[in-house]
C-alpha cells in the first residue's frame, strides 16, 4: 500500500515550456486535489476531483489544467510554464465522508522551478 | 471572505508544553483540522475537531471553540523531533475542500 505517490520530485523548466504532474493514489479514494505551496501562503487549492472523469476549479486555477481519466490518477499540466508557477505542489486525495481519525492524505510533492 | 490566521514562528524547549493558536473565519464552517509538515515532507494528519471542547491523542491535544472562531493545538513533552510546521485547515465548501493557513514553524530546542 504506497499511498499517494508523485512523479517528478523535482523538475527545473524553463519559461513557455509545458509538462504533467502525476498524481497517483492506491486507496481507492474518490475525491483527489491538487494544491501549491508558497513560502508564507500555505496550501492554496489548485483543482479537485470529486470522482472518475468530473474535475472542479480551486482557489487558484489560472495556468493549469487538470485531468483525471482513472479514479487512481490526477493528473496536473502546466500548459506554458511562468516563474510565478515556482512551488511546491502537493497532490491529495480522501473519502468523501471524513471522520475523527483521517482526512486527506498528502503525496511527497513535487519541487518545481521556473527559470 | 474566507481567512485562518495563526502565528508565523514559535520557539519551545524540549520537555515544555507549548500551544499553537490558530483563528477562522470560513463559511460552511463544519471541523478544523491540524497538520504536522516536517520541512521538505508531506503534510500528515493530527485531529480533527468538529464540536467544541478538546481531543486528546498522546502528548497532543486540540481544542476548538465554534462560537469563538478559535482553535488550539496542545503539544506536551516536547522532543525535538516535534520541530516542524503546524497548519491549521478548516472545511471550505463542499467536497472536504480544505483552507489552510500559513502555518506556524515551531522550533524546538534543547
Known amino acids: 500500500n504506497a499511498g499517494v505517490t508523485q512523479t517528478p520530485k523535482f523538475r527545473v523548466l524553463k519559461t513557455g515550456q509545458s509538462m504533467t504532474l502525476l498524481c497517483a493514489q492506491d486507496?481507492?479514494?474518490?475525491?483527489m486535489y491538487w494544491y501549491r505551496q508558497d513560502p508564507g501562503m500555505g496550501l492554496r487549492l489548485i483543482h479537485y476531483s470529486v470522482g472518475e472523469g468530473t474535475t472542479a476549479k480551486g482557489e487558484v486555477p489560472d495556468g493549469y489544467n487538470v485531468s483525471r481519466l482513472k479514479k487512481q490518477n490526477f493528473l496536473l499540466g502546466l500548459e506554458s510554464a511562468a516563474p510565478s508557477q515556482t512551488s511546491v505542489y502537493f497532490c491529495a486525495s480522501s473519502f468523501p465522508r471524513v471522520d475523527l481519525t483521517d482526512t486527506q492524505y498528502f503525496g511527497p510533492g513535487t519541487r518545481l522551478t521556473v527559470l | 471572505g474566507q481567512n485562518i490566521d495563526q502565528p508565523t514562528e514559535m520557539t519551545a524547549t524540549e520537555g515544555a508544553i507549548v500551544q499553537i493558536n490558530c483563528t477562522y473565519q470560513?463559511?460552511?464552517?463544519?471541523?478544523l483540522f491540524w497538520y504536522q509538515q516536517h520541512a521538505g515532507e508531506a503534510p500528515t494528519f493530527l485531529s480533527y475537531?468538529?464540536?467544541?471542547g478538546l481531543e486528546e491523542k498522546g502528548r497532543f491535544s486540540s481544542f476548538l471553540s465554534r462560537s469563538k472562531g478559535y482553535s488550539y493545538l496542545l503539544l506536551k513533552e516536547l522532543q525535538m523531533k516535534d520541530s516542524a510546521s503546524y497548519l491549521c485547515?478548516?472545511?471550505?465548501?463542499?467536497?472536504?475542500?480544505?483552507?489552510f493557513g500559513a502555518g506556524t514553524r515551531l522550533a524546538v530546542h534543547p
Open positions: 470560513t463559511s460552511g464552517f463544519n471541523g
Open positions: 485547515a478548516a472545511f471550505s465548501g463542499g467536497y472536504n475542500k480544505l483552507i
Open positions: 486507496m481507492n479514494h474518490e475525491y
Open positions: 475537531n468538529v464540536l467544541d
